[in-house]
Every structure is written in C-alpha cells, then in structure tokens.
C-alpha cells in the first residue's frame, strides 16, 4: 500500500467521523425538541441555542426539558465535543502529513 493510498483511507475515516457526527447532531435536536416540558414553548427554547456561530447545545435550559430531555441533551453536549476534537484532531493529523515547503510530505 503507497502513501497515497494510506492518506485517502485517513481522509475518508475522517470525513465518515464528521459526518457521523453531525447527523447525531441533528438526530440529538430532534429529540430534545420532542421533549420539552410542560408549557414550554418550542421557539423560545431553541432560539436560546442560536448564536452568531451556530447551534450550541449548551445554551438550551434544561429546566424547559423533561427528564428524558434533560438526558439528550447531556449526551448532545458530549457529542459536540467529540465532534470538534475530531475536527481539529483531523486538521493537526493532515497538517503534520502534509508539511509546509518544496520536497517534504509523503507524496514528494
């Protein structure tokens, strides 16, 4: 097995890791909006999340969530920090495969 043939095999693991995260993301946001307490209103507890970079689930109160809500999200949390540690785990892997200047690297 060439270098090549090694670093399109890291580059799709990585790209299956992110995607894998990312639909639990989403899969996560379905079911704490399926779990919201008694009398809390869907938009006010969502639009708590939003902010100028995104959707943070850490943002959300959990006191308008049910028990099970409450649930879902700690495991959303854990999640979104997996996924930017393999985010940026996967940057620093690349980076050091592919080195800065004429003649380093695997594929020279």
Same mark, same amino acid.
């Given at each position: 097995?060439?270098?090549?043939?090694?670093?399109?095999?890291?580059?799709?693991?990585?790209?299956?890791?992110?995607?894998?995260?990312?639909?639990?993301?989403?899969?996560?946001?379905?079911?704490?909006?399926?779990?919201?307490?008694?009398? $809390?209103?869907?938009? #006010?507890?969502?639009?708590?999340? =939003?902010?100028?970079? /995104? +959707?943070?689930?850490?943002?959300?109160?959990?006191?308008?969530?049910?028990?099970?809500?409450?649930?879902?999200?700690?495991? $959303?949390?854990?999640? #979104?920090?997996?996924?930017?540690? =393999?985010?940026?785990? /996967? +940057?620093?892997?690349?980076?050091?495969?592919?080195?800065?200047?004429?003649?380093?690297?695997?594929?020279?």
């Amino acid at each position: 097995m060439n270098d090549f043939t090694t670093i399109l095999i890291l580059i799709v693991v990585w790209g299956a890791g992110l995607l894998f995260t990312s639909v639990r993301k989403v899969s996560y946001l379905r079911s704490i909006r399926d779990h919201l307490a008694p009398g $809390a209103a869907y938009s #006010d507890t969502m639009k708590l999340g =939003w902010s100028r970079r /995104g +959707f943070s689930f850490s943002k959300i109160d959990p006191e308008r969530l049910t028990e099970t809500g409450r649930i879902y999200l700690t495991r $959303a949390i854990v999640n #979104d920090r997996i996924m930017v540690a =393999w985010l940026f785990g /996967g +940057f620093l892997v690349f980076a050091c495969l592919f080195p800065h200047g004429k003649g380093s690297g695997p594929l020279n």
